[in-house]
């Protein structure tokens, strides 16, 4: 803390100027209550002319005893003589002696460090009339204090201006009193300052010392030369009843002193000691009379708490204000805001510290910026999990540690997490995600650590497991907490996870030879591979996943021809009429027969074929080949009359010319459009609504049937269903299988089915596996029914053997 004092006191130089000009320009004579009290004292000063007059130095008692019987002719109520006179400069000795003995006269001596007379008082003053030169200069030269008293054993030493003060007053109101770390001037109560006040840190504070407030010399005191007094050149009123101190002003003399008017290396402002001498006294006699306080600081424990204060306000701000303009100002205005406080503070008399809590309030917002930078680089802020630059390393440390057990890396994927988002709007995704750290945290064991590494992905390290095992039941424990229904801003969501589970290898060399890179890839392949497999899946890594990721490059390039090598074949899922129990159309579905892997399913490479765009090409072969075939079945078996659906996805939605391209399919065929139905995803109309409603009002003018497909999983906003021309809600499978279970879908769906059936639609359900189901769906009046309960999708030969058959599904009598 040493450190401030230096600064700190330089401040203070500045609070006094900055005080001083302020009081000079606001009145002349205003740092006293009226101009008359500046006028109750005036400097005789013995100028560089006045000794170049006399042709002496020093001058002679006479020349002192003159001027002494010249002021006293106009009866001053004090004369101080800042002139040492402890040996005799004669001639006119005896006369200044006599006129030494005069009660109102005040001499001054010099007081060693002991406090031992080190100028003895001139000529047989008595003590009671003499007072000891009072500064006291701090470490850097400047005086800012005064020593005003002092007792030694049984001796009693006054300041010169102390002596002075006494003297002018001199009644039985004002008498001077002496407590242990005070001085009394009648009622009025001078503390003295202790060693820390203000911003000192630790000074020399022996004595009855005060703190001088010091103002412009010139409103100090008037002021007349030597010369002037002697030749008569002066004002007489000046002098009657008032205070006069006789002192040298002459730059030759020495006698002049660094104060806070100095400015830094400049002797402009010198102040010689009888003005100083003028400064104290005049402010004493303020205290006493006008009762001005005298500066003052805090006491230890108001300045711990104004430093304190200042510390927090700094911290306030650098909370508050993020944006680096806003809080550059910010701090630009707490820090003048503190200089104006204090300097208010000092102009009603108390010193506060400025550079202390400058530097507090300073290094709390520097502190926080760095502690909120270093957050941001290392944390998520929705979150407030780690991020993947904190995760990464934390991973390589334990990687690089010996004797570590093998390393479980859990990586958890929202399913869908953009359809959340696009269907609810960002702040109801951000939710969902915080919702989802939270049940993280609350189901992973302590030891465990979290991180947030991308939008939907979330990673678990477990760095203590003995068997992989654990790791694996931890990590369906998580799946199945992480996808329990959430409700976010009223909208009940269902979310599921996917998760991916990578090991490290447990021999240490292994260790040290991977990094923490290469395992959270391993952890993103597997969860990839979950992903693959539908919703809600776990799976752990394997070597061969590697391969796995490039046989989707592989398949890739085969898919490109599958078309022309005909490697594509349709396959057609019975849809039943739950009414009748009798066939009423299929579905197609597409297969791919593979060379050399055999029958590959949709969910494979449908989103491939997404992702290329070759879902255009083989979506209008699916089209083509579906008509053909259901317009030669509906000739063959016209009873039957089957209808055909087929699914579209969003590339081909999104495709400019889709609505011409099937009217014209349509039309070359010559199938009636009414036998078709084709199927959308949710998210596949959810997503721009008006530019969907207008290409299914134009799909509508085909006169065809259009449905959604898996109603129910991709969270439709009910609010638009009914602006949709749709003729066919399909529940989704994982609605219907659930239906038979305790807290099941069994209301879920009867709630969907009504709903189709209030928006004047018709209801198919798919998946049904069991009697019961189809039962219950029965009840429902639900429609239509497909599953494996009536029939797997199937090659068209065996499909047409079902027409063949006219198939009429019965229930078992239960
Ligand atoms: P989807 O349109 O919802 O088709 C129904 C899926 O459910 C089919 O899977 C079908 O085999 C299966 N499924 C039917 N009944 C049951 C049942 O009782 N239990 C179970 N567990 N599953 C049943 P598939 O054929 O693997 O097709 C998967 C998805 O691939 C389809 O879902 C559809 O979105 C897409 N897809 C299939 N063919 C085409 C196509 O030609 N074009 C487009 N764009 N997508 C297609
Ligand atoms: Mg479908
Ligand atoms: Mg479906």
């Known amino acids: 803390m040493g450190l401030f004092q230096p600064m700190e006191t330089k401040a203070f130089d500045?609070?006094?100027?900055?005080?001083?000009?302020?009081?000079?320009?606001?009145?002349?004579?205003?740092?006293?209550?009226?101009?008359?009290?500046?006028?109750?004292?005036?400097?005789?000063?013995?100028?560089?002319?006045?000794?170049?007059?006399?042709?002496?130095?020093?001058?002679?008692?006479?020349?002192?005893?003159?001027?002494?019987?010249?002021?006293?002719?106009?009866?001053?109520?004090?004369?101080g003589l800042d002139i040492y006179r402890d040996v005799p400069h004669a001639p006119g000795t005896e006369a200044l002696a006599e006129a030494l003995q005069k009660e109102n006269v005040i001499t001054i001596t010099n007081l060693d460090s002991l406090g031992e007379v080190e100028v003895p008082s001139p000529l047989q003053v008595p003590d009671s009339r003499v007072g000891f030169n009072d500064f006291v200069v701090d470490p850097d030269g400047v005086i800012r204090r005064n020593f005003m008293f002092a007792a030694l054993g049984d001796r009693e030493l006054y300041s010169f201006s102390l002596r002075l003060v006494d003297q002018f007053l001199k009644s039985p109101a004002h008498q001077l009193t002496a407590e242990a770390d005070a001085l009394r001037i009648g009622t009025l109560r001078l503390s003295s300052i202790t060693p820390d006040m203000g911003g000192y840190q630790k000074i020399d504070a022996d004595g009855y010392q005060t703190l001088g407030r010091y103002i412009l010399p010139e409103n100090v005191a008037r002021q007349v030369s030597l010369s002037q007094v002697l030749d008569g050149d002066f004002d007489p009123t000046w002098i009657t009843g008032n205070i006069v101190v006789i002192g040298t002003t002459a730059p030759s003399q020495k006698d002049l002193y660094y104060t806070p008017f100095s400015a830094e290396g400049s002797n402009d402002l010198l102040m010689s000691g009888v003005v100083l001498h003028a400064q104290m006294t005049q402010q004493l006699l303020s205290a006493v009379l006008e009762g001005r306080a005298l500066l003052r600081g805090f006491p230890q424990w108001g300045e711990f708490a104004w430093v304190w204060c200042w510390g927090m306000v700094g911290g306030l701000i650098a909370w508050r204000f993020t944006h680096p303009g806003t809080l550059a100002i910010a701090t630009g205005a707490g820090l003048l805001g503190l200089t104006t406080i204090a300097l208010g503070l000092f102009s009603v008399s108390v010193w506060a510290p400025v550079v202390l809590p400058m530097a507090t309030f300073s290094t709390t917002v520097a502190t926080i910026i760095v502690y909120r930078e270093f957050r941001k680089s290392f944390y998520d802020s929705l979150t407030g999990l780690p991020n993947r630059a904190l995760l990464t390393q934390e991973l390589q440390r334990m990687l690089r540690k010996p004797n570590q057990s093998p390393i479980s890396v859990i990586l958890l994927d929202i399913d869908r997490f953009k359809v959340f988002n696009e269907n609810f709007g960002l702040r109801v995704g951000d939710q969902l995600l915080q919702m989802m750290a939270r049940r993280l945290r609350q189901n992973v064991p302590a030891k465990a650590k979290i991180a947030r590494i991308a939008g939907d992905e979330f990673v678990v390290l477990l760095g203590w497991l003995s068997r992989r095992e654990e790791a694996l039941s931890l990590a369906e424990k998580l799946n199945q907490k992480m996808a329990e229904p959430i409700e976010i801003r009223g909208q009940k969501l269902f979310p599921t996870i996917s998760t991916g589970i990578a090991f490290s290898p447990s021999s240490t060399d292994a260790h040290h030879a991977l990094n923490a890179g290469d395992l959270l890839r391993d952890a993103q392949t597997a969860m990839s591979r979950a992903k693959s497999q539908g919703r809600g899946h776990c799976e752990i890594f394997v070597q061969d996943m590697r391969a796995h990721l490039s046989t989707r490059l592989g398949l890739e390039a085969d898919l490109r021809e599958a078309l022309q090598k005909q490697e594509l074949l349709l396959y057609y899922q019975p849809i039943v009429c739950l009414k009748t129990m009798k066939l009423a159309g299929f579905e197609a579905l597409i297969r791919w027969q593979h060379p050399e892997r055999g029958m590959i399913s949709p969910a494979q490479f449908i989103p491939i074929a997404e992702d290329t765009g070759l879902i255009i090409p083989i979506g209008q072969w699916v089209l083509e080949v579906a008509c053909l075939q259901t317009k030669k079945w509906q000739q063959q078996f016209p009873v039957a009359s089957p209808f055909i659906s087929v699914n579209l996805s969003g590339r081909q939605f999104a495709q400019k010319d889709l609505v011409e391209q099937i009217g014209q399919t349509l039309t070359e065929i010559g199938f009636d459009p009414a036998k078709l139905k084709l199927e959308l995803t949710e998210s596949v109309v959810m997503d721009d609504v008006e530019a969907s409603i207008d290409v299914l009002l134009r799909l509508k003018a085909l006169r065809l049937q259009l449905g959604i497909d898996d109603f129910g999983t991709g969270y439709s906003s009910l609010s638009y269903l009914h602006r949709f021309p749709i003729d066919t809600l399909k529940v989704d499978r994982s609605f219907v299988m659930e239906m038979e279970s305790p807290n099941g879908t069994a209301e879920l769906v009867k709630t969907i089915v009504s709903l189709g059936h209030n928006l004047g639609m018709t209801v198919v359900a798919e998946g049904i596996e069991t009697e019961s189901q189809s039962r219950q769906l029965q009840a429902l009046q639900c429609e239509y029914g497909q599953g494996y309960l009536f029939a797997r999708p199937l090659p068209p030969e065996a499909a047409e053997s079902l027409l063949h058959n006219a198939s009429v599904w019965n229930h078992n009598a239960a």
């Open 14 to 79: 500045l609070l006094t100027r900055l005080a001083a000009k302020y009081e000079h320009t606001s009145a002349p004579g205003a740092a006293f209550s009226n101009r008359s009290t500046a006028e109750r004292l005036i400097v005789v000063a013995i100028t560089e002319e006045d000794i170049q007059d006399q042709k002496q130095w020093p001058l002679s008692d006479q020349v002192f005893a003159q001027l002494l019987s010249k002021l006293q002719q106009h009866s001053p109520r004090v004369i």
